[in-house]
């Protein structure tokens, strides 16, 4: 089979298109002749040699897919060859076949088509699992998502709106906050101009978001504290603002206020199901209803892979960017 391999840590133009061996069906699994798959910036990173590839994971880029079901592994049950899924990866999407654990499939949502189905699993996971399974999101509550223009933020508004929350969001430009609008986002911010500190709470009376989604880390940390209600939450998800800063502890304890952190890719086999499990039952509903829907840029030729990096590394996107077989 073919995949896309990074030659050497660096740039795009190290993604190459070449033949790789075939996946090999173990015991708990299926194999998917792949459709599509996503580009996630998990994958930019990888693709620096920032990001290690997790113990037993291929070495090609790709946290998620779509595609058909050609072998079922030793002790499978409620799967078999033809059926068409999405899955969540540790890695190995940008190919044209990949192994996947049983727990780690997704049905493909009615009403969504098989290519547009790859735009799912890793946005939808991730933000299920933040948002309500660790940060508690309510109905009531104020949500912050930073880059809501993104493919976890278009995911991440139209699931806090379904829950009932009021959104937040930051982005880049009025085009890209309209886009969040539209998808059920209220309270507006572009970052370039405007400090969100002063928007949401201006917003929400001087009570602020109940939970942040933060993508940024380091360089928004203090600020997420400063715009946060009392017993607020803050889900660190990314680091794109760096790895490191300093915390006003006294801040912290004021607000009483919690700070976690997940990478949704390093978590066990079991881990990934549960997270699965979960978003089967709460969320696919959503999409078949028509409540929630996936947000796709544009389609690509997985070997135009180092396109698609581009566009998403310049932020030129609102959702996913996929890239078919």
């Not at 079922?72 to 899955?87: E, H, R, S, Y």
Request: hydrophobic share 45%; aromatic share 4%.
């Amino acid at each position: 089979m073919h995949a896309v391999v990074i030659t050497e840590p660096g740039g795009p133009e190290l993604l190459a298109w070449r033949e790789v061996p075939d996946p090999v069906c173990g015991p708990g699994e299926v194999v998917v002749d792949v459709v599509a798959s996503a580009v996630n910036r998990a994958d930019l990173l990888q693709r620096r040699g920032k990001y290690p590839v997790p113990a037993g994971a291929p070495e090609w880029p790709g946290l998620e897919c779509s595609g058909t079901i050609s072998e079922v592994g030793d002790g499978v049950t409620g799967w078999k060859a033809g059926d068409q899924v999405c899955a969540l990866l540790s890695g190995g999407g940008y190919a044209e076949r990949v192994a996947v654990p049983v727990g780690q499939l997704l049905q493909v949502p009615r009403g969504v088509d098989l290519v547009t189905a790859a735009a799912l699993p890793e946005a939808f996971c991730t933000v299920w699992s933040n948002l309500v399974m660790t940060a508690g999101l309510r109905g009531g509550e104020v949500l912050l998502a930073h880059g809501g223009a993104s493919g976890i933020g278009t995911a991440a508004i139209q699931v806090g709106r379904a829950l009932g929350a009021t959104v937040a969001v930051t982005a880049g430009s009025a085009a890209k906050l309209e886009r969040c609008a539209e998808l059920g986002a209220s309270i507006l911010v572009d970052y370039r101009g405007d400090d969100f500190v002063e928007a949401v709470r201006s917003a929400t009376g001087g009570h602020g978001a109940d939970v942040v989604l933060d993508i940024m880390g380091g360089a928004y940390l203090a600020r997420n504290i400063d715009v946060l209600a009392p017993d607020g939450r803050i889900t660190i998800i990314g680091t794109m603002g760096g790895h490191v800063t300093e915390l006003d502890l006294g801040a912290v304890m004021a607000k009483r206020a919690r700070i976690t952190g997940s990478l949704l890719r390093q978590r066990s086999i079991a881990g990934k199901a549960a997270v699965v499990a979960e978003v089967c039952e709460n969320v696919w509903p959503l999409i078949e209803s028509g409540a929630v829907r996936p947000v796709v840029d544009r389609v690509l030729p997985m070997p135009e892979a180092a396109e698609a990096h581009r566009v998403v590394a310049a932020g030129e996107h609102v959702g996913k960017v996929l890239l078919t077989t």
